[in-house]
T-cell receptor, first 114, second 112 residues
Framework: DVKVTQSSRYLVKRTGEKVFLECVQD?????MFWYRQDPGLGLRLIYF???????EKGDIPEGYSVSREKKERFSLILESASTNQTSMYLC?????????????FGSGTQLSVL | GDSVTQMEGPVTLSEEAFLTINCTYT??????LFWYVQYPGEGLQLLLK?????DKGSNKGFEATYRKETTSFHLEKGSVQVSDSAVYFC???????????FGKGITLSVRP
């Protein structure tokens, strides 16, 4: 069965800390994505990657960076966490299927920044 | 740019009621349209999709028809169950190399 695994379900950090959110997929997918989900705002794309060591900014990249050193792993980094980064973070992956692209999502990490 | 507009929620229905969740879109070209569902405590999963005008996507009793003339992709189910309680997201993809654009999502609660 297809699987996208996020390392933590809940995370509590302090303002100014450097935070790493990890995501691993076991489907040999080329594409990986990081979204944040907020009430009333839906899903917003932070960063995505189409291949190892490749990254592209999404709609809200400010305050975030990413790393993709291996095909199966895509890390989201909050360089200096702030309270407005408290959110649910969702990782997703997909194969290159063009218009038929189907995303597989992890269960999410609820991050609280105090 | 591309955008997806979903009706305001939340929606609360009794079991066996008829469900309609509205979704309209703005896109360049001819997008593919999707409905994703997020059950409590889980990530999103694809519910159904349609890739061209007049296509009907269906899954688990849910249906949605790609209406190009009204730029809509409304989700319907004839008889909802308590287990359908979830958040539903409409989404589109307007090019092979473009990203998925999601609507804001709507929470459906079905009471016994």
């Amino acid at each position: 069965d297809v699987k996208v695994t996020q390392s933590s379900r809940y995370l509590v950090k302090r303002t100014g800390e450097k935070v790493f959110l990890e995501c691993v997929q076991d489907m040999d997918h080329e594409n990986m994505f990081w979204y944040r989900q907020d009430p009333g705002l839906g899903l917003r794309l932070i960063y995505f990657s189409y291949d190892v060591k490749m990254k592209e900014k999404g709609d809200i990249p400010e305050g975030y960076s990413v790393s993709r050193e291996k095909k199966e792993r895509f890390s989201l980094i909050l360089e200096s966490a702030s309270t407005n980064q408290t959110s649910m973070y969702l990782c997703a992956s997909s194969t290159r299927q063009g218009l038929n692209e189907k995303l597989f999502f992890g269960s999410g990490t609820q991050l609280s920044v105090l | 740019g591309d955008s997806v507009t979903q009706m305001e929620g939340p929606v609360t229905l009794s079991e066996e009621a008829f469900l309609t969740i509205n979704c309209t879109y703005t896109a360049t070209g001819y997008p593919s349209l999707f409905w994703y569902v997020q059950y409590p405590g889980e990530g999103l999963q694809l519910l159904l999709k349609a890739t061209k005008a007049d296509d009907k996507g269906s899954n688990k009793g849910f249906e949605a028809t790609y209406r190009k003339e009204t730029t809509s992709f409304h989700l319907e189910k004839g008889s909802v169950q308590v287990s359908d309680s979830a958040v539903y997201f409409c989404a589109l993809k307007s090019g092979a190399n473009s990203k998925l654009t999601f609507g804001k999502g709507i929470t459906l609660s079905v009471r016994p």
